[in-house]
Structure formats: C-alpha cells, structure tokens
C-alpha cells in the first residue's frame, strides 16, 4: 500500500522560502502522477501543483504561478515544492497527493487515490 510523508513544513517570515517533500513508499513511484494540496484554516482544501510521472509537465494553482516549482526526484521516491515569495495568505497544512493517472479534475482533491499526512506552513507578516 502506498504511503507518503510529508517534511519540511514550519514557520516563515513573508518573502522567504520554503521546500517540502514528500517521500513515497509501498508503491512504484516513478509510475505515479504526484501533487501538492493544502488547506487554510476554515477553507476548503486546494490544488497547488502536480505533476507527471516523467517530471515533463507540471500543472499549477493560478495564486503560485511564478513563485512555487513542484519537481520529482524518481530514484528517491520523493517529490519537492519549492516555495518562494512566500506570503501570508499561504499559511496552510500542505498534504502531498498520488495517482496513476492525472484525474480529469485534477483540481478536485477527491479524485486523488493516496493522500499524506500533511504537514504545517505558517508565513508570517
């Protein structure tokens, strides 16, 4: 059964930069599409990023277009988001997504087959 963890997580003043990963195991990895969700405090949860099982295409949420690179490292079963620009309004728990196939609605979190346990962002002013 596949399972992902997600680090990397934790405070950051506004402009700074953090990188999460998420490690994946119990699963072939590098047939795997991958993604990046995160939820706000009384929000829904959102789509950040995803991206292919070859790492050729990546997929992003309009408000990080610019600012956040999603990438994948197959030999170590781990995908990446880096952050940048970071702002406030990012300030979310990030969970880290799999599936076979990009879902139609890949911006529909219940389309993804495996979820992580996610872990905390918190930007400050």
């Known amino acids: 059964q596949l399972q992902l963890v997600e680090s990397g997580g934790g405070l950051v003043q506004a402009g700074g930069s953090l990188r999460l990963s998420c490690a994946a195991s119990g699963g072939t990895f590098s047939r795997l599409v991958m993604g990046w969700f995160r939820q706000a405090p009384g929000k829904e949860r959102e789509f950040v990023a995803a991206i292919s099982w070859s790492g050729g295409t990546t997929y992003y949420a309009d408000p990080v277009k610019g600012r956040f690179t999603i990438s994948r490292d197959n030999a170590k079963n781990t995908v990446y988001l880096q952050m940048n620009s970071l702002k406030p309004e990012d300030t979310a728990v990030y969970y880290c997504?799999?599936?076979?196939?990009?879902?139609?609605?890949?911006?529909?979190?219940?389309?993804?087959?495996?979820w992580g346990q996610g872990t905390q962002v918190t930007v400050s002013s």
């Open positions: 997504v799999a599936a076979l196939l990009l879902p139609l609605n890949y911006s529909d979190y219940s389309t993804w087959g495996s």
